[in-house]
């Protein structure tokens, strides 16, 4: 059987049980939105930084992150140059993973997840013109795998929240 204490003043009434102690004062604090959101995206960034930023930083940072160092001889041939900074700067424009996930883009981070997989499944990345000089540029089976994945388990993460 409870004990209860009720104390009145003039504008409220507490009631006390327990001892005495006064549960009016404790709330329990349930995350935001936001905190959630924050804590999704912090868990899928630290399994984009162990497991699918290697890949980008080697088959797409070129185009999608910083201008490279390191750009190929006929990068200084007027025209090829043109081309290449064009191709670069609207690369980022549309998906930049300078700052990691949730990625710089004119998307939300779930619109930029169905996008990473689409882009994926229909082999549009890197476009054909820049895979016939870079041979490699392409994704390997396990690579798309690998990111497929990845996009798959972070869009159910996302959703659990909406």
Request: glycine letters at 4%; aromatic letters at 10%.
């Amino acid at each position: 059987m409870h004990r209860y204490l009720i104390l009145s003043t003039l504008s409220t009434a507490i009631i006390m049980a327990h001892g005495g102690e006064d549960h009016s004062k404790k709330t329990v604090k349930e995350p935001t939105p936001t905190e959630i959101k924050t804590a999704q995206f912090k868990t899928i960034n630290s399994t984009y930084i162990a497991d699918i930023k290697p890949i980008f930083e080697a088959k797409c940072f070129a185009c999608h992150a910083e201008k490279p160092k390191d750009l190929p001889w006929y990068y200084s041939v007027p025209g090829v140059k043109q081309l290449m900074d064009y191709d670069m700067n609207t690369a980022k424009k549309h998906m930049n993973f300078k700052k990691d996930f949730p990625f710089l883009s004119h998307g939300s981070p779930t619109l930029d997840l169905k996008s990473l997989k689409e882009v994926i499944a229909e082999g549009d990345m890197p476009p054909l013109r820049y895979r016939v000089i870079h041979w490699e540029s392409g994704l390997t089976n396990q690579e798309a795998k690998t990111v497929t994945q990845w996009v798959d388990s972070s869009l159910k993460l996302l959703q659990k929240s909406q």
